[in-house]
């Protein structure tokens, strides 16, 4: 049972499982001691695993006392150790003393069958359970972040999504974007929301509609927002048809648009493609209102904001009439995502109304 091929098969299961060789050795360290009292009954052992020596030593393990104690002061102490007569120790170790510990050699491969295939049947759950409680910790630590996943599996109504650290989770339809279309073995980036723990494996509900990951995967192709010199103000979304989001430069050196389009867009780029396609219009935040409510109506042109509502946070502006049908967007989505986005109400008015009802001069 215990050669060199076993040390190298507890590595490739530590790798294949995303633990340490350390922990598979912990796990069948518990194994064997269990599996050594099913042999020897309520007796104390030492297990050593020594990869160097290739080799697993057991240790019966007794505590040398003059006089043996009875089975309720026994049964009083925490962990007991088992104990051994001066005269019976002296016939181990001839200078054994009262108070010395002795630790005898036990050959594992005198345990019985069944006790070996307990040990096999604890270190494969143990090293699962390892799987798991690693598997736990580590996404909840990335709750709230955006992870790279494999699709392992595709049905008409979910997507079975591989996360690494053995771990897996179920992307419903109604999570995916209108515009995903995955194969088996496709990679994609999703934003975990909620780590749960669970009987099995850990429950992992992860997002592609969410508007967070959006503003994870600008952080994660715009340096600029990753170190704060720029941030996001607002932001709005259509999941898998457009995005509207205001920026801010903290550097008036730093072009905010700018930064994150890219040189020929190559940023922004990066990011319609990690949302297959999705449109992502971005427009700079100002805290004048009137500037904030004009830009964040882009593409359309503003030809003036002709109140505001500092209360209410309300707002009526106007535009040119050719622009009219612009500024509102297809059923309503520009200015809903401009007033979502730069938390103002946006009423809209065409210039010949505007001028019509006496407002604009």
């Known amino acids: 049972m215990i050669n060199k091929k076993f040390f190298e098969s507890a590595k490739e299961l530590a790798e294949e499982r995303g633990i340490t060789v350390e922990d598979v050795?912990?796990?069948?360290?518990?194994?064997?001691?269990?599996?050594?009292?099913?042999?020897?009954?309520?007796?104390?052992?030492?297990?050593?695993?020594?990869?160097?020596?290739?080799?697993?030593?057991?240790?019966?393990?007794?505590?040398?006392?003059?006089?043996?104690?009875d089975a309720e002061t026994l049964a009083l102490e925490e962990n007991p150790i088992k104990e051994i007569t001066l005269e019976e120790a002296k016939q181990i170790k001839k200078n054994a003393k009262v108070g010395d510990i002795i630790k005898q050699v036990v050959d594992i491969k005198e345990f019985s069958r069944t006790s070996i295939g307990a040990t096999k049947n604890m270190t494969v759950q143990g090293v699962r359970q390892k799987q798991r409680a690693q598997a736990f910790d580590h996404f909840k630590d990335m709750e709230g972040e955006m992870v790279t996943a494999t699709v392992a599996n595709v049905n008409d109504k979910y997507v079975i999504l591989d996360l690494g650290y053995g771990a897996t989770s179920t992307l419903s339809n109604r999570e995916l974007l209108p515009t995903d279309n995955f194969s088996i073995g496709d990679t994609l980036r999703v934003y975990i929301k909620k780590v749960e723990e669970s009987t099995k494996d850990p429950k992992i509900t992860v997002s592609r509609i969410d508007k967070e990951l959006v503003k994870r995967l600008m952080e994660n192709y715009i340096p600029e927002i990753k170190d704060g010199t720029i941030e996001i103000k607002g932001i709005a979304r259509d999941p898998g048809d457009r995005t509207k989001i205001?920026?801010?430069?903290?550097?008036?050196?730093?072009?905010?648009?700018?930064?994150?389009?890219?040189?020929?867009?190559?940023?922004?780029?990066?990011?319609?493609?990690?949302?297959?396609?999705?449109?992502?219009?971005?427009?700079?935040w100002s805290e004048n209102p009137e500037e904030l409510i004009t830009n964040s109506l882009q593409p359309a042109s503003v030809t003036k904001v002709i109140s505001i509502d500092e209360k209410t946070k309300s707002s009526v502006v106007a535009v040119p009439d050719d622009h009219l049908s612009l500024a509102i967007g297809k059923q309503g989505q520009n200015v809903r995502l401009a007033v979502q986005s730069c938390g103002w109400k946006i009423d809209i008015l065409p210039v010949s109304k505007a001028y019509e009802e006496g407002k604009l001069i």
């Open 246 to 284: 205001a920026l801010y430069s903290n550097d008036s050196n730093v072009d905010a648009i700018g930064s994150c389009v890219g040189e020929a867009g190559s940023r922004i780029k990066q990011i319609v493609d990690a949302l297959n396609g999705e449109k992502v219009d971005l427009y700079k």
């Open 25 to 69: 050795y912990e796990i069948i360290k518990d194994g064997l001691k269990k599996s050594f009292k099913r042999e020897y009954g309520n007796e104390s052992c030492e297990i050593v695993v020594d990869p160097v020596k290739t080799e697993i030593l057991c240790y019966s393990v007794k505590k040398v006392v003059e006089e043996l104690s």
